[in-house]
C-alpha cells in the first residue's frame, strides 16, 4: 500500500513559478514510478510528467516541456514537480502517482495509487 500527500499548490500570475511536493509512504515506494498528472474542469486527468523509479529517466508531456522539471529523492520518498513560466491554461488540480509497472507512462490506467490533488490557480 503506498500513500500520497500533495502539497505546494496556490495561485500565481502567468510567468511565475511553483514547486509541487508529493509525501511517498510504504514499504516499497522505491521501486515505483511516480507521476503528475492534472485535471482541469470538464476535462479529462492528463498526463504530465513521471520519472522511473532508479531516477534516471524523465518523460514530459509536451505542453510542460522546457518549463516544468520533475525529480524525486528517494531517501525522502518524495517526488517534486518544479513549474516555472506558468501560464492561465496550466490552472488544473495536480495529482500525484505511484506506478509499480507503467507500461504506458502516461496513462492514468497504468498508476496504482493516487494522492487527493492540489489546486494550481494561474491568473493572466
Known amino acids: 500500500q503506498v500513500q500520497l500527500v500533495e502539497s505546494g499548490g496556490g495561485s500565481v500570475q502567468a510567468g511565475g513559478s511553483l514547486r509541487l511536493s508529493c509525501a511517498a509512504s510504504g514499504p516499497t515506494v522505491s521501486l515505483y514510478t511516480l507521476g503528475w498528472f492534472r485535471q482541469a474542469p470538464g476535462k479529462e486527468r492528463d498526463f504530465v510528467a513521471a520519472?522511473?523509479?532508479?531516477?534516471?529517466?524523465?518523460f514530459y508531456a509536451d505542453s510542460v516541456k522546457g518549463r516544468f522539471t520533475i525529480s524525486r529523492d528517494n531517501a525522502q520518498n518524495t517526488v517534486y514537480l518544479r513549474m516555472n513560466s506558468l501560464k492561465p491554461e496550466d490552472t488544473a488540480v495536480y495529482y500525484c502517482?505511484?506506478?509499480?509497472?507503467?507500461?504506458?507512462?502516461?496513462?492514468?490506467?497504468?498508476?496504482?495509487?493516487w494522492g487527493q490533488g492540489t489546486q494550481v490557480t494561474v491568473s493572466s
Open positions: 502517482a505511484a506506478a509499480r509497472v507503467a507500461r504506458n507512462i502516461v496513462s492514468v490506467r497504468d498508476y496504482n495509487y
Open positions: 520519472i522511473s523509479q532508479r531516477v534516471d529517466g524523465t
